[in-house]
């Protein structure tokens, strides 16, 4: 794939659901798609060049900088894990995070995917209710409860 993104390729990265950054040397943030807006209330210019650990909530850091420099170091797929990211308003927000590899032609960085923790607790409660036989309305449940309504 040729380091130069089609009008299709950017579209996506532009109007993703998920948080999705690139993270070069020493932790800095190379690139934030508009997600980080919608999701944090962060600015994506006005995160790049600062530190990842500026967003992670201090008890999740270590596991979350062990988590992602794993991933780095070893090059395998570490899965998904969950911590909490600050939002712009001082609260924080559970994330679900999984990480890759990613060049733009002349250099690696790491590119991080986050999504909202609820939306995948909230499926997870819905698939098992559906499989102990529940109502409806006990199934639909924890849907509802992260779903946003304009």
């Not at 924080?92 to 002349?106: E, H, P, Q, T, Y």
């Not at 559906?130 to 946003?148: F, K, M, N, Q, Y």
Request: proline share 5%.
């Amino acid at each position: 794939m040729s380091a130069t993104p089609t009008d299709l390729q950017v579209a996506i990265v532009r109007d993703a659901t998920e948080v999705i950054v690139t993270i070069g040397d020493g932790g800095t943030i190379t690139s934030a798609n508009p997600a980080i807006g919608r999701e944090l209330g962060q600015d994506p210019a006005g995160v790049l060049g600062r530190n990842v650990a500026e967003f992670v909530h201090p008890d999740d850091l270590e596991r979350a900088l062990l988590h992602l420099s794993g991933f780095e170091q070893h090059g395998a797929p570490a899965g998904y894990t969950s911590f909490r990211l600050a939002h712009r308003d001082g609260t924080w927000r559970l994330f679900d995070v999984v990480a890759s590899s990613v060049s733009d032609g002349s250099r690696d960085h790491l590119a991080v995917y986050a999504r909202p923790a609820g939306h995948q607790h909230a499926t997870d409660q819905v698939l098992a209710r559906l499989l102990t036989g529940s109502s409806r309305a006990a199934v639909l449940e924890p849907g509802l409860d992260v779903l946003h309504w304009a």
